[in-house]
């Protein structure tokens, strides 16, 4: 397969003199047309800042990236990006089609396509039948799987998800999960999925990238040797799955410089905290 994506020494720091925090350091991997690949690290490892990097929305201070062998400079026109935050990411006052459609002005020149193209999208996420509907008529997964709409619409080279589903609850996110791996198959799309879950990385990934604690490199480029049919109980119930989660919660509590690892009760704890967190903060919008 051709390579879709090549991050090269991406280094990436924030502000200046002593106070500058490098956030990403000597980053350098490819990911495969067709792949879904999983990065997944503590909250605050630099995980959104690599995202944006690639996004080409921050310029890295160093190292590059090259999208199907262009270099990044600016926001790529053949790239989608899926945020956490739904709830910002929709415009509330067009409707569901119209949020669809509006990423297409500027790639697709006759309206009717456009609108072909949105209603084709929103099939593809079992969403067909809310096209006049406005995005706060629906609920937060349906908000979420009209932002996966949107942005396969476009028919990206490169789908980026940037903990996507992280603000919903654990029903919904198993459904969006499943969701996400039949239009992947379906459309053969590229995607890097960002999250701190180990166990989604495992499930959603072809292979799972492993940061380190901040400033992020990588630890481990591990592939995920499950059939590509996946089911939410019984491949989270085989040993390949159990063995890999394992490995890599391993990996993620023993810091690369030796100094002692947090236990896996309190990286747990941790991560519950920074959901729960989560859940706070959607609940106030
Ligand atoms: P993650 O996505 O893994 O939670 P981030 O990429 O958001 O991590 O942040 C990585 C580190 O960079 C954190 O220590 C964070 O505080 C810092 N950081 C993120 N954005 C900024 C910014 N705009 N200015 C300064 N520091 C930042």
């Not at 490892?45 to 310029?59: E, F, M, N, V």
């Not at 495992?202 to 480029?221: H, M, N």
């Amino acid at each position: 397969m051709p390579t879709m994506l090549a991050v090269s020494g991406l280094v990436h720091r924030y502000g200046g003199g002593p106070t500058a925090h490098t956030a990403v350091n000597e980053l350098s991997f490819t990911v495969e047309a067709g792949q879904l690949a999983c990065i997944v690290g503590p909250s605050g490892c630099g995980k959104s800042t690599l995202l944006r990097c690639i996004a080409g929305l921050i310029t890295p201070s160093g190292g590059e990236i090259r999208l199907h062998g262009d270099l990044v400079s600016g926001v790529p026109a053949d790239l989608a990006v899926v945020f956490q935050d739904y709830s910002r990411s929709l415009f509330p006052w067009l409707s569901v089609r119209r949020n669809v459609e509006f990423p297409l002005r500027g790639r697709v020149s006759r309206r009717s396509a456009r609108r072909a193209r949105a209603e084709e999208a929103l099939s593809w996420v079992g969403l067909a039948d809310v096209g006049g509907k406005y995005p706060w008529q629906l609920s937060g997964g349906m908000q979420q799987r009209v932002s996966i709409a949107r942005a396969l619409a476009c028919q990206p080279a490169l789908l980026l998800m940037d903990e996507p589903f992280a603000s919903v609850d654990a029903q919904t996110r198993a459904e969006l999960e499943d969701l996400l791996l039949r239009v992947r198959r379906e459309q053969g799309s590229t995607v890097l999925l960002v999250t701190h879950d180990i166990d989604e990385s495992v499930y959603l990934g072809d292979r799972v990238l492993v940061l380190s604690r901040s400033p992020a490199t990588i630890v481990a480029d591990l592939p995920v040797d499950l059939p590509p049919d996946r089911d939410q109980i019984t491949t989270r119930g085989s040993s390949t799955f159990v063995d890999l989660r394992t490995e890599i919660a391993r990996l993620l509590h023993h810091s690369p410089d030796g100094t002692p690892a947090p236990t896996t009760d309190r990286f747990l704890a941790a991560e519950r905290a920074e959901a729960a967190r989560q859940a706070r903060v959607t609940t106030r919008q």
